[in-house]
């Protein structure tokens, strides 16, 4: 659920946008057209707050596992049994962990691969609530996440 000021900021969104699918929704008070809009894939990019252990191995390369020093692979294991089944790529520390067991021309493949499944899309509606850049090169950081409710989009638009 957003907080009072989180739905702020969005119904400020709503109200200042110039896009003509919002204002005929606006308009017409059709607020799960709203939610529809602002659950939509937006063009800034975040990082993602968990990746599942079992979606990581299934990026790495075979043949670059198999190459891995037996240090390396005790380091990728302690960050697999101590991360409850996740890992979360916000953390800048833990991308640079990856990067280091995969380093070399030996990890090439990874890391490339490991980099691609850290990042995704943000809504229209998280985008309003990120911090950084937002592109490919560097992901911006997610302040709030998850869809928003058309009860949300209602109470906004009712209530503030």
């Not at 659920?1 to 110039?18: F, K, N």
């Not at 975040?46 to 075979?62: E, F, L, P, Y």
């Not at 209602?154 to 503030?160: F, I, P, T």
């Amino acid at each position: 659920m957003m907080t009072d000021i989180q739905l702020q900021t969005l119904v400020a969104a709503i109200r200042a946008s110039t896009d003509p699918v919002v204002i005929a929704a606006r308009t017409a008070r059709n607020d799960a057209k709203l939610a529809e809009i602002y659950n939509a894939a937006s063009s800034k990019i975040v990082w993602k707050t968990r990746v599942s252990n079992d979606d990581i191995g299934d990026a790495m390369n075979g043949t670059e596992v198999a190459g891995l020093s037996s240090l390396n692979m005790q380091r990728a294991q302690l960050l697999a049994n101590y991360s409850s089944g996740w890992q979360n790529p916000t953390r800048a520390d833990r991308r640079a962990a990856f990067d280091q067991i995969f380093s070399g021309a030996g990890g090439a493949i990874t890391r490339a691969a490991l980099a691609a499944l850290w990042r995704r899309p943000a809504s229209l509606v998280e985008s309003l609530f990120t911090t950084g850049t937002g592109t490919d090169a560097s992901p911006a950081t997610l302040g709030w996440e998850g869809p928003v409710q058309v009860s949300e989009i209602s109470r906004a638009l009712n209530e503030l």
